[in-house]
């Protein structure tokens, strides 16, 4: 049950911020402190208080942690010894460590405090975190929500909408590097793979998925026959984008928007309490990168959304098991 003292009526809401292993986090902070407020959606929130251990052996992550730490105590942010004396500062979290192989045992302490949570990508390394963190977050009734911040950039939101009419097919890219202790796809990927599901929405059957040293290519078919891709780009010419096949036009999904739009969801989330992506949604997005490595694991055949659910599903049992307790 939801910690009674949330700070809804009072004049600032006290954020708090584990993981200090990615620049999301001073972004985002500057976001929620800048002045004047430029959105009123975001007046009335401050950062107070930030966890900085993130990863541990993710080198690209864990040598950010010392220069994130440092930014974070100029901006006035207290750094604390502890998530568990984080909590008794905060009324709502972004739980902001790259590394997804911490987000459940990080997520299970904020949900036992009662606190809302944004988890930052990749909700886990693999589905069975992804579907541990939600049952548990369903068990301790607290809301969180998790999201690329592709998702909310103004392109995708117009084709959401129905700016071309109702999706027929997607095509969307994003760089994608890899991290070995990661689905394949989870790291990086995860940024047009959002896009992807922003514009098809959920239904997806079944995944195949290819695989070369600077590209990977991920095709899923959606109820009714729809197709949707996703290019991951490791070579040549980067960005995000794509482009969508309506039943009223076809267009690109546009440009990235940056991570003012996805702050204003959260903090419209914090205030609401009302996540702005269905954990549906959320799942489905991680079953299909797990379905596309294990497309992959087997030469390239197509792999169903079913598969990789009833394998996770199992996985998160064994992780949750002795962990949830009021």
Avoid at 44 to 50: D, M, Q
Wanted: glycine share 12%.
């Amino acid at each position: 049950m939801i910690d009674n003292v949330i700070a809804q009526d009072t004049e600032v809401m006290r954020l708090g911020i584990i993981g200090l292993d990615t620049s999301h986090v001073p972004a985002f902070t500057k976001e929620f402190h800048r002045e004047p407020v430029a959105d009123s959606a975001l007046a009335g929130f401050r950062v107070v208080a930030a966890y900085p251990h993130g990863s541990a052996d993710i080198e690209s992550s864990a040598s950010r942690i010392p220069k994130y730490t440092a930014e974070m105590r100029e901006m006035g942010v207290e750094i604390t010894e502890s998530i568990e004396v984080l909590l008794t500062k905060v009324d709502a979290v972004l739980l902001e460590t790259n590394d997804g192989r911490l987000h459940l045992e990080q997520a299970l302490k904020v949900f036992q405090a009662g606190k809302p949570v944004f988890i930052d990508k990749p909700t886990g390394s693999r589905l069975a975190e992804v579907l541990a963190i939600y049952e548990a977050a369903e068990y301790y009734d607290v809301p969180c929500f998790s999201s690329s911040s592709l998702r909310f950039s103004p392109g995708a939101q117009e084709v959401r909408e129905g700016k071309f009419g109702n999706v027929l097919g997607c095509d969307a890219y994003s760089p994608c590097a890899l991290e070995p202790t990661h689905v394949d796809l989870y790291w990086y990927g995860i940024h047009g793979v959002e896009s992807l599901f922003t514009c098809m929405g959920v239904g997806c059957a079944q995944v195949t998925h290819q695989s070369t040293k600077d590209a990977e290519l991920a095709v899923g078919i959606w109820s009714g026959g729809r197709i949707g891709s996703f290019r991951g780009i490791r070579e040549g010419s980067g960005g995000y984008g794509g482009s969508v096949f309506g039943d009223r036009g076809i267009g690109a999904i546009g440009p990235y928007g940056g991570y003012r739009p996805l702050v204003i969801e959260i903090a419209k989330f914090f205030r609401t309490h009302r996540p702005p992506v269905d954990a549906e949604e959320t799942i489905q997005i991680y079953a299909f990168m797990q379905a596309a490595q294990l497309s992959k694991e087997r030469g390239g055949v197509p792999v169903s959304i079913a598969e990789v659910m009833e394998i996770a599903g199992k996985e998160a049992k064994e992780l949750l098991a002795g962990k949830l307790s009021r």
